[in-house]
């Protein structure tokens, strides 16, 4: 079975910077990630984009990341990164990937993890 993970969340002081990673599981040896976003959700608000990455090269930010937040990945499909710089309170949210991923055996399909929390101190 197909499964988003996210891990490298935590408490960090603003200004600082955290490195979040988005690791699929259960997808075999040949994969191909079709695109992944980064969202992220603050208690009482709605779920926010804040990263994308649509696998032709092309990544998006939201405004409030633009310029902190960067999606990366090393020499492989997995796992990818959401490396966030100059971090600030207004950051802390639960931060979720979703991503498309096609297997020979499921074909594509939409997925997402469970989330990790983010928290900036003041």
């Known amino acids: 079975q197909v499964q988003l993970e996210e891990s490298g969340g935590g408490l960090v002081q603003a200004g600082g910077s955290l490195r979040l990673a988005c690791t699929a599981s259960g997808t075999g040896r040949f994969f191909r990630i079709n695109y992944i976003n980064w969202y992220r959700q603050a208690p009482g608000t709605q779920r926010e984009l804040v990263a994308s990455?649509?696998?032709?090269?092309?990544?998006n930010y939201a405004d409030s990341v633009k310029g902190r937040f960067i999606i990366s990945r090393d020499n492989a499909e997995n796992p990818v990164y959401l490396e966030m710089r100059s971090l600030k309170p207004e950051d802390t949210a639960v931060y979720y990937c979703?991503?498309?991923?096609?297997?020979?055996?499921?074909?594509?399909?939409?997925?997402w993890g469970q989330g990790t929390q983010v928290t900036v101190s003041s």
């Open positions: 979703n991503a498309n991923l096609w297997t020979p055996s499921t074909g594509s399909n939409t997925y």
């Open positions: 990455d649509t696998g032709r090269g092309i990544t």
